[in-house]
């Protein structure tokens, strides 16, 4: 597990980060947001949905939306690597899944250490991020996940002409049909 810089020893409440990459951006959320990390990056394609949607994966009879969290943050998007994982979120019942490059580690640190995001983290937009924490030889960049998957649904919703929802299928919608089938494919 990996301190921040300044060390735990200041000020303020602490607090656990689960953090991966996109890119070379090692980015984090709060550990209390993250239900699981699955390996399970094969998705159901969904036809005629967004870019940023790669897809629903069936989790244990749950059906989760998978968003391709490269292109929500307007970055090229990639083909799904060996270490490529997807990031499942609990959002006050509703599961989203994010598709990340790669896991990091917990990183713990102190509400006093954060720092505001600035304008741009790297390529992306600071208005994805909530804060920033420096740590020995790289910055973690803190996800708003309530803006991306506002953003996604939003995007989405302009796209699809309204009816999306990235977390909880809408019916009458290219995902609910994809999400039906994906439920009956089994786990």
């Given amino acids: 597990m990996q301190q921040s810089q300044t060390g735990a020893g200041h000020g303020g409440e602490e607090r656990q980060f689960a953090t991966f990459y996109v890119g070379r951006q090692l980015m984090g959320v709060d550990i209390l947001q993250v239900q699981e990390i699955n390996r399970r990056v094969q998705v159901t394609p969904v036809p005629q949905a967004p870019a940023h949607v790669r897809g629903v994966l069936n989790l244990r009879g749950d059906v989760v939306t998978v968003l391709d969290l490269r292109t929500i943050l307007g970055l090229e ?111």
């Fill in 77 to 187: 998007r990639r083909a799904i690597g060996v270490h490529s994982r997807n990031v499942v979120l609990d959002l006050a019942g509703d599961k989203t899944a994010l598709l990340v490059d790669r896991i990091g580690e917990v990183v713990t640190t102190r509400t006093s250490e954060l720092e505001p995001a600035p304008a741009n983290v790297q390529e992306a937009d600071g208005r994805f991020f909530q804060a920033v924490v420096k740590l020995k030889g790289e910055l973690l960049a803190i996800l708003d996940v309530q803006t991306v998957v506002s953003a996604s649904v939003a995007g989405a919703s302009a796209e699809a002409g309204g009816g999306w929802s990235a977390a909880g299928v809408t019916s009458e919608t290219p995902v609910a049909a994809a999400s039906e089938a994906c439920r009956s494919s089994g786990p």
